[in-house]
């Protein structure tokens, strides 16, 4: 394999799809190496099979707002493979949504979902509606209209949606609720991240930053190190940042920092239970706006406009929002401030040259398809759960969650150990996820 050829391909067909192209240049400069050592990869041109989507659906989403005028979205499902398992990955409602966004999330889902040993191919869908300032109704209204056209191309072992970006429990609700009109049967496992009460799995709206804590936490202890008194800074207060600051604070952190894209909240004193829960409030509330923090709780809160959380001296930086959000002179400012160790919590949190900067000074850094792949995991769990008509306790759930992550934290020690001693996460996590497809599909042949 030629990593230049390839990108060169793909830059040639794709030139504006600026994600999609960084997320496969990261994965072909880790795996190449390894690569080049099976030709029966490169005899059934694997690589160049797997860096494009299985298929994409594009279609016209038509709702009316509560002043009564017609609204038009663009609706996507990218399905992009599927040799270990049926599709599986979030839906993210955002205005920024485009298909080279979603091909970089397919993509990196591919192998995330391959980390977990649970059977999930890769899959990401969504649509550019924005939910920022929208009522209940209009949500209701846009989610409805949105599975009227993607209802055919899912199914429970076919392809089985989430939530992401701009989706929780709420969105999900209304979307399961138009499929099942639609479908005619009660298909508890098209979906996840449902509630409770009607097929959800206990703990999935902590999942994905419960599971980043527990992997933060393997890696500080193959160091000697524990997050109990670090202090941590995290971007987001979305269902991602609320799990996330949630788990570090059972785990005897102090969250210090929580940002938005209004500005950063400082908490000297570090994030309380009723604090952290808020934050799902401001969530639901559609302001996205952190400063509602500092205006709810004023006396243990500061806010400072346009500001990022990585203006925070911290221990441990948690990038828990967007794609790309954490930039060089982030990282730059991050070291400046004591920061050692980050965590990508959100996918692709990292510009690449953010990456380069902490791995070239001595940062312990660990990418987001190793380190935010409990949620997903725990969508399986959901998935079997629903296929056996049970539901698990949360000690269940929560044990099987642990032994995923730890299971994926060797997986990375495993194939990013170098000869210097230390261990480079972002090409453990590429190449074990990669191995596993790959394999998967040569022995499923040319298809």
Same mark, same amino acid.
Request: a neutral charge; proline letters at 4%.
């Given at each position: 394999?030629?990593?230049?050829?390839?990108?060169?391909?793909?830059?040639?067909?794709?030139?504006?799809?600026?994600?999609?192209?960084?997320?496969?240049?990261?994965?072909?400069?880790?795996?190449?190496?390894?690569?080049?050592?099976?030709?029966?990869?490169?005899?059934?041109?694997?690589?160049?099979?797997?860096?494009?989507?299985?298929?994409?659906?594009?279609?016209?989403?038509?709702?009316?707002?509560?002043?009564?005028?017609?609204?038009?979205?663009?609706?996507?499902?990218?399905?992009?493979?599927?040799?270990?398992?049926?599709?599986?990955?979030?839906?993210?409602?955002?205005?920024?949504?485009?298909?080279?966004?979603?091909?970089?999330?397919?993509?990196?889902?591919?192998?995330?979902?391959?980390?977990?040993?649970?059977?999930?191919?890769?899959?990401?869908?969504?649509?550019?509606?924005?939910?920022?300032?929208?009522?209940?109704?209009?949500?209701?209204?846009?989610?409805?209209?949105?599975?009227?056209?993607?209802?055919?191309?899912?199914?429970?072992?076919?392809?089985?949606?989430?939530?992401?970006?701009?989706?929780? #429990?709420?969105?999900?609700?209304? =979307?399961?609720?138009?499929? /099942?009109?639609? !479908?005619?049967?009660?298909?508890? *496992? %098209?979906?996840?991240?449902?509630?409770?009460?009607?097929?959800?799995?206990?703990?999935?709206?902590?999942?994905?930053?419960?599971?980043?804590?527990?992997?933060?936490?393997?890696?500080?202890?193959?160091?000697?190190?524990?997050?109990?008194?670090?202090?941590?800074?995290?971007?987001?207060?979305?269902?991602?940042?609320? #799990?996330?600051?949630?788990?570090? =604070?059972?785990?005897?952190? /102090?969250?210090? !920092?929580?940002?938005?894209?209004? *500005? %950063?909240?400082?908490?000297?004193?570090?994030?309380?239970?009723?604090?952290?829960?808020?934050?799902?409030?401001?969530?639901?509330?559609?302001?996205?706006?952190?400063?509602?923090?500092?205006?709810?709780?004023?006396?243990?809160?500061?806010?400072?406009?346009?500001?990022?959380?990585?203006?925070?001296?911290?221990?441990?930086?948690?990038?828990?929002?967007?794609?790309?959000?954490?930039?060089?002179?982030? !990282?730059?400012?991050?070291?400046?401030?004591?920061?050692?160790?980050?965590?990508?919590?959100?996918?692709?949190?990292?510009?690449?040259?953010?990456?380069?900067?902490?791995?070239?000074?001595?940062?312990?850094?660990?990418?987001?398809?190793?380190?935010?792949?409990?949620?997903?995991?725990?969508?399986?769990?959901?998935?079997?759960?629903?296929?056996?008509?049970?539901?698990?306790?949360?000690?269940?759930?929560?044990?099987?969650?642990?032994?995923?992550?730890?299971?994926?934290?060797?997986?990375?020690?495993?194939?990013?150990a170098q000869p210097d001693g230390r261990i480079d996460y972002v090409k453990g996590a590429n190449i074990a996820g990669f191995m596993k497809v790959a394999q998967a599909m040569l022995e499923q042949g040319i298809i």
């Amino acid at each position: 394999m030629k990593t230049k050829e390839i990108m060169a391909s793909l830059q040639a067909k794709y030139p504006t799809e600026k994600e999609y192209l960084q997320a496969v240049q990261e994965v072909l400069e880790s795996i190449e190496e390894v690569y080049n050592k099976h030709p029966e990869f490169e005899k059934a041109k694997i690589v160049e099979r797997l860096v494009e989507p299985d298929r994409i659906f594009t279609f016209r989403v038509t709702w009316v707002d509560d002043s009564g005028e017609v609204r038009t979205n663009i609706g996507y499902r990218v399905q992009f493979n599927s040799a270990i398992g049926p599709y599986k990955g979030g839906l993210r409602f955002h205005k920024a949504v485009t298909p080279s966004m979603l091909k970089f999330l397919g993509f990196e889902q591919t192998f995330k979902n391959a980390l977990t040993t649970l059977p999930m191919g890769g899959g990401k869908g969504g649509s550019d509606f924005d939910p920022v300032g929208k009522s209940d109704a209009e949500i209701m209204r846009f989610c409805q209209a949105f599975m009227l056209e993607l209802w055919r191309c899912i199914g429970p072992d076919q392809d089985i949606p989430a939530g992401d970006v701009g989706v929780g #429990g709420r969105e999900i609700g209304f =979307m399961n609720g138009m499929y /099942q009109k639609l !479908a005619q049967e009660y298909h508890t *496992g %098209v979906l996840t991240g449902k509630g409770v009460t009607w097929g959800g799995s206990i703990l999935r709206p902590e999942a994905t930053g419960f599971g980043a804590l527990y992997f933060t936490q393997h890696l500080l202890h193959r160091v000697g190190k524990d997050i109990k008194g670090m202090k941590v800074a995290i971007s987001g207060f979305g269902n991602v940042a609320w #799990g996330a600051s949630k788990k570090a =604070m059972q785990l005897g952190a /102090q969250v210090i !920092a929580v940002s938005g894209p209004d *500005g %950063v909240c400082h908490i000297p004193e570090g994030l309380t239970p009723e604090m952290n829960d808020y934050m799902l409030v401001m969530r639901a509330s559609n302001r996205n706006l952190v400063e509602d923090l500092a205006v709810k709780f004023p006396e243990k809160v500061r806010f400072t406009k346009g500001k990022k959380a990585w203006s925070i001296p911290c221990d441990i930086a948690l990038p828990c929002a967007f794609q790309n959000e954490l930039a060089l002179e982030d !990282a730059q400012e991050l070291k400046r401030n004591g920061c050692w160790c980050c965590c990508e919590v959100s996918n692709m949190g990292c510009q690449p040259d953010a990456i380069h900067f902490f791995q070239n000074n001595g940062f312990l850094f660990a990418p987001g398809k190793a380190v935010n792949a409990g949620g997903v995991a725990t969508s399986g769990l959901e998935m079997t759960q629903n296929a056996q008509h049970i539901s698990w306790s949360a000690q269940e759930v929560d044990e099987k969650l642990h032994w995923i992550m730890e299971n994926i934290h060797e997986q990375c020690v495993k194939f990013g150990a170098q000869p210097d001693g230390r261990i480079d996460y972002v090409k453990g996590a590429n190449i074990a996820g990669f191995m596993k497809v790959a394999q998967a599909m040569l022995e499923q042949g040319i298809i």
